[in-house]
């Protein structure tokens, strides 16, 4: 159940965040983007969805003492390890603003934060 919560959350705020917030941003760096008809959107929800089990996985192995508040701390330090990764990694190999790199790194740990919450409120011992 937490894995199907997680994803449909994930997926809203993937569209409020890349759709919505960030639409001028990619608006303004076409050149380095797909056109809207050859982007994979089958590749990127099965993307999110397998991180999403793997996310779920990992806190119920891993964390012990399942609860809300260990959910949020999960996604504090898995977020940070994503948004330090796949956010600000991208700017030293993409040609990408520095803005843009820094607001996917908050988008890794806004997601993971709230990833977290939902996970530790429904998984339990």
Request: net charge neutral; glycine share 8%; proline share 3%.
């Amino acid at each position: 159940m937490a894995i199907v919560a997680v994803f449909v959350t994930w997926s809203i705020l993937d569209f409020i965040i890349h759709g919505v917030l960030l639409e001028a941003t990619y608006k303004a760096t076409t050149e380095l983007w797909r056109p809207m008809n050859e982007i994979k959107f089958s590749i990127a929800y099965a993307i999110t969805f397998t991180s999403n089990v793997f996310f779920v996985l990992m806190y119920s192995t891993l964390v012990t003492n399942k609860s809300l508040a260990s959910g949020i701390k999960f996604g504090v330090f898995f977020g940070l390890a994503a948004g330090v990764m796949m956010g600000l990694g991208s700017y030293p190999y993409m040609p990408i603003p520095f803005m843009l790199a820094l607001s996917w790194f908050g988008a890794c740990v806004l997601q993971s934060i709230v990833a977290g919450a939902i996970t530790g409120t429904i998984v339990k011992e």
